[in-house]
Every structure is written in structure tokens, then in C-alpha cells.
């Protein structure tokens, strides 16, 4: 048995750029082939969330615990933007992931 690879994305409920962020990592998931990937969503506005989770800017998507940009935990919560570069970066990430699972 192949092991699956830990995807979390993690969001609050009202960030603008949640819903869009999901749809394309879904989208992203299904053309690498999904069933190699263990999908959580996890609310970062939740009162039972993780503090060490809730502190990530909306939307993050953490890959076996690691997020891949660089970006750090925020003090408080955030919104931000995953351009087109990141969805690149992401794809050439798990990429390099599945050739090693």
C-alpha cells in the first residue's frame, strides 16, 4: 500500500479567497490523481481549531505539515491571494512528492 500524501487546507469561513483557492486545488488534486492524496479542510475561525493552525493566513495549504512558500503563521487572522505562480510552484511540489511515495 502506497502512502497518501497530507494535504490541509486551512481557511476561515468569509475569506473572499477560500471557495476559489479549494475549487483549484481540487482541480489540481484530480489531475495528479486523487486517490494519492488524503484531503482535510480544516476551519481556521473554528473555537476548538488549533492554535497552531489558526494562526496561518486564509487560505494555506500545508503538504505533510509544511507549507511551501515560505509563508509563516500570522498573529492574527488574514486573508491572502494564491496567484498563479504558487498554483506552479504547488504542482511542481507535489510532483517531486509523488515520485517519491
Same mark, same amino acid.
Given at each position: 500500500?502506497?502512502?497518501?500524501?497530507?494535504?490541509?487546507?486551512?481557511?476561515?469561513?468569509?475569506?473572499?479567497n477560500a471557495?476559489?483557492?479549494?475549487?483549484?486545488?481540487?482541480?489540481?488534486?484530480?489531475?495528479?490523481?486523487?486517490?494519492?492524496?488524503?484531503?482535510?479542510?480544516?476551519?481556521?475561525?473554528?473555537? =476548538?481549531? =488549533?492554535?497552531?493552525?489558526?494562526?496561518?493566513?486564509?487560505?494555506?495549504?500545508?503538504v505533510d505539515?509544511?507549507?511551501?512558500?515560505?509563508?509563516?503563521?500570522?498573529?492574527?487572522?488574514?486573508?491572502?491571494?494564491? =496567484?498563479?505562480?504558487y498554483w506552479?510552484?504547488?504542482?511542481?511540489?507535489?510532483?517531486?512528492?509523488?515520485?517519491?511515495?
Amino acid at each position: 500500500m502506497t502512502k497518501r500524501i497530507s494535504i490541509h487546507f486551512l481557511a476561515f469561513d468569509g475569506c473572499p479567497n477560500a471557495a476559489p483557492a479549494l475549487a483549484q486545488l481540487k482541480t489540481l488534486l484530480t489531475q495528479l490523481g486523487r486517490a494519492q492524496f488524503e484531503l482535510n479542510r480544516i476551519d481556521t475561525g473554528a473555537q =476548538d481549531c =488549533d492554535k497552531g493552525l489558526a494562526s496561518w493566513p486564509s487560505p494555506t495549504i500545508l503538504v505533510d505539515g509544511g507549507e511551501i512558500d515560505g509563508t509563516q503563521p500570522a498573529n492574527d487572522m488574514s486573508c491572502r491571494v494564491l =496567484d498563479d505562480g504558487y498554483w506552479g510552484r504547488l504542482r511542481g511540489h507535489l510532483d517531486e512528492k509523488l515520485k517519491v511515495v
